[in-house]
């Protein structure tokens, strides 16, 4: 009776917190694919208008107006011109910005001084706080504030937009492509900070334009040194050596992992090219672990027939590639036909590398030898299933082993079940007859399209 009690007490619980506001609110604003996208891409414009509007209260500020005293130099830096409507619009979009990083962290599940001490927060506040204060105190309304930082938080924002616009629309890029976009992001984010706090701490010194401020780091930054234009004051110079050091650190690391990824990528077979597979046909070949004997029945049964010798054969397997297969893709009549993948059908960027969505077709094989055929069969469903949800488009060919299990693949458009078709088919001397079988249907359908 305890015990009863005790479970209907825990489900009673788990159905309430499901129903909480909290819970309602971060169902639509996290766990809502689409609504998340829409969001973190508002606050994306928010954080890239800020810095717009930074950039048009440098080009509107003249400091050259005002008589260059000691005094007047100092408040250079602490003071600049902001107007009355420039500044309502940078008050509107930052504090929108703040509002709506502190929302979301009030929805993240966490520790409370985690969330406070990120950095994404930190920077918030120095761009935001300040401007909460000018509305306070409109006698501060022109004190200088950071308001260029924001594009690291614009650079953090899309990251976070980028990944949510994968899971919204079912497909993910590579991790070379994230990889590459974080090194630009990171690169144009350090530029724009370097030029920014030079310009500005130079209206005590050189008076630097935003271009002439552009000219200096791109010199500085790619070691040529004219040296025609320099920081004069010793503010701005200790910013760039700061900016020289940081890039000296972020940027080689930033590299690193963009060239360990480019060869784990070229050691894993790299992509099918999508020119190719848009003007050539291809299939997809997909195993858990490629034997010699099915390679071998598969590549002689495919491509015997006439009507299949313009296509080329993608193997997607998530082992490497041994010796035996190796020499065998070496063989002049397949060599220049197949492309060997390493990667998982279940991984959906494996399956953009092998262009799953633009193939002819998709084959699911299992080694007919295997001793566990119902953990084969195993396998064989969750690519199946993987596939499927990948590129529904996609004609899907998959061989069961044992007759049981073909209920769970009947999604498929073809389903050849070895052991029915094994003493039929050996009677007319086929070596491998469920391979013979799916790539005869892949001729059929092909002549009907």
């Known amino acids: 009776s305890d015990g009863k009690n005790k479970g209907l007490i825990v489900q009673v619980e788990f159905y309430v917190n499901e129903n909480t506001f909290k819970e309602r609110l971060k169902l639509f604003f996290i766990k809502n694919q689409r609504s998340s996208l829409r969001v973190r891409l508002f606050n994306f414009f928010l954080k890239v208008l800020s810095c717009l509007l930074y950039i048009l209260r440098v080009l509107l500020d003249d400091p050259r107006a ?17 107007p009355l409507p420039l500044w309502a619009l940078q008050v509107t979009s930052l504090i929108l910005s703040l509002w709506l990083s502190s929302f979301y962290d009030c929805l993240c599940d966490g520790n409370v001084w985690e969330q406070v001490l990120r950095i994404p927060f930190i920077l918030e506040m120095i761009s935001a706080v300040p401007f909460v204060i000018t509305v306070i105190l409109p006698s501060v309304r022109n004190l200088f504030i950071p308001v260029f930082l924001n594009c690291w938080l614009a650079k953090h924002a899309l990251e976070n937009m980028i990944n949510d616009l994968h899971r919204a629309i079912q497909r993910t890029h590579s991790a070379m492509f994230n990889q590459v976009l974080i090194l630009i992001s990171t690169l144009v984010c350090l530029m724009f900070t370097c030029i920014c706090g030079i310009q500005h701490l130079e209206r005590a010194g050189n008076n630097l334009t935003l271009f002439d401020s552009l000219y200096f780091c791109v010199v500085t930054f790619s070691t040529v040194g004219f040296g025609d234009v320099t920081p004069k004051i010793w503010p701005s110079q200790l910013l760039v050596v700061i900016m020289i050091c940081v890039a000296l650190i972020v940027l080689p690391i930033q590299f690193e992992q963009l060239a360990f990824l480019w060869m784990e990528r070229q050691k894993s077979g790299g992509n099918y090219s999508r020119y190719r597979a848009q003007t050539e046909k ?5 195993v858990s672990c490629l034997k010699i004997d099915l390679l071998m029945d598969f590549l002689n049964e495919f491509f015997a027939h006439p009507r299949l010798q313009d296509y080329y054969v993608v193997i997607l397997c998530p082992a490497e590639m041994d010796v035996q297969v190796r020499r065998v893709l070496h063989i002049p009549l397949w060599a220049q036909r197949v492309i060997y993948l390493q990667g998982s059908a279940l991984k959906d960027q494996d399956l953009m590398r092998a262009k799953m969505d633009d193939a002819e077709g998709c084959f699911i094989l299992s080694n007919r030898f295997e001793v566990d055929r119902f953990a084969a069969d195993h396998q064989t469903i969750l690519r199946a299933w993987a596939v499927k949800d990948f590129a529904p488009n996609c004609p899907l060919y998959v061989q069961i082993l044992k007759p049981e299990n073909k209920f769970h693949v009947k999604f498929a458009d073809h389903v050849v079940c070895e052991e029915e078709f094994k003493y039929a088919m050996l009677a007319l001397n086929c070596v491998c007859p469920a391979t013979s079988t799916l790539i005869t249907l892949l001729i059929h359908s092909s002549r009907g399209q």
């Open 66 to 82: 005002r008589p260059l005293s000691l005094s007047v130099l100092r408040s250079l830096i602490i003071w600049v011109n902001r």
């Open 282 to 286: 291809h299939v997809v070949l997909c």
